[in-house]
């Protein structure tokens, strides 16, 4: 439907690829209608060279719905002339972009794209890291060092694979227990303390620096297991990131809206306080007036403020 109500009419893949409308069918890659997107990257990949020059410099625009489709266009057409751009794309600062031209290159399969894709393997996004392994793969590449193995083998998050390498597997695993991704850096200490072998300890002992504290307290139970002293780990857990409710926070919004400190600090009776001094407040208002009002109400509020502060100041870290 357009602004007005009426219905719009869907593209006419057919007499456009009939036609040899290039535009139209680039276009039509940014439709709502998934399969027609499909429909419209089939269609170009069907006019061969005539399109590809067409479609690669679009790859460039700022668009990106016509970007992303563009390259679900030339893995379609599966010309060698787009490996190099996309490779170039394979840098993109967007990480959905760079996946898609992970798996486009894959589809062309040519092996100019392998130091490309390769390189890939590292990406900090896992999607990208999974499109690289998979496009590896359907290139044909093998890995030829056990680093190798275990990189391909992280990308497709094949746990298993990782953990029957055993030593071998722990300079990716020490960089998979860095992931942004919490479950991945979970699964990393896991498959750390799956090697029952004392060179795991200073992953597992930077691993108790995580500032998510599932992480740290998996560390610790797999750090026992693994035979590491438990003498060591205090020290590592104190490198943690140190996070706590600031007491001058705490009290200035205790006294900017009485109640909303103890919220900040997770108390769950700072929204009685609150909703009680609206009620107070607005009583006091009607009956005493407004001098009144702040006569009494502000030394509360600074009692309540200083209230939480002291509060904040007495809880532990987290």
């Excluded at 029952?196 to 998510?212: M, R, T, Y």
């Excluded at 609150?274 to 509020?301: K, M």
């Amino acid at each position: 439907m357009d602004l007005l109500g009426h219905k719009k009419q869907k593209p006419d893949i057919t007499g456009m690829t009939k036609n040899g409308d290039i535009p139209g069918l680039i276009q039509a890659l940014t439709n709502d209608d998934f399969e027609l997107q499909i429909a419209a990257a089939k269609s170009l990949g069907s006019l061969g060279p005539v399109a590809i020059g067409t479609v690669l410099k679009k790859l460039k625009t700022r668009n990106r719905a016509l970007r992303l489709g563009i390259i679900e266009a030339l893995a379609v057409i599966k010309d060698p002339l787009a490996v190099d751009p996309l490779l170039e794309a394979l840098d993109d600062q967007l990480a959905e972009v760079r996946w898609g031209c992970a798996i486009a290159l894959g589809e062309i399969g040519d092996e100019r794209a392998i130091p490309g894709l390769k390189k890939a393997l590292g990406d900090k996004d896992k999607y990208v890291r999974y499109g690289a392994a998979f496009a590896l793969a359907k290139i044909g590449w093998k890995p030829e060092t056990s680093l190798d193995k275990a990189r391909l083998f992280y990308g497709m998050q094949e746990w298993g694979a990782l953990r029957d390498m055993g030593i071998s597997a722990i300079n990716v695993l020490e960089t998979a227990r860095k992931d942004a991704d919490l479950d991945i850096r979970l699964k990393a200490i896991d498959l750390l303390g799956a090697i029952h072998d004392k060179c795991v300890a200073p992953s597992l002992i930077g691993a108790l620096a995580d500032e998510n504290s599932a992480v740290r307290w998996k560390s610790v139970l797999v750090s026992a297991k693994a035979g590491i002293p438990l003498m060591y780990l205090p020290r590592g857990i104190s490198r943690r990131p140190r996070i706590r409710k600031n007491p001058k926070i705490a009290a200035l919004l205790n006294f900017l809206l009485p109640g909303q400190g103890y919220n900040y600090l997770g108390k769950w009776w700072g929204i009685l306080i609150f909703q009680l001094d609206v009620t107070v407040t607005l009583w006091l208002l009607r009956f005493g007036g407004e001098s009144l009002s702040y006569t009494i109400l502000f030394p509360l509020y600074i009692l309540i403020a200083v209230h939480a502060a002291l509060i904040a100041m007495k809880m532990p870290d987290m």
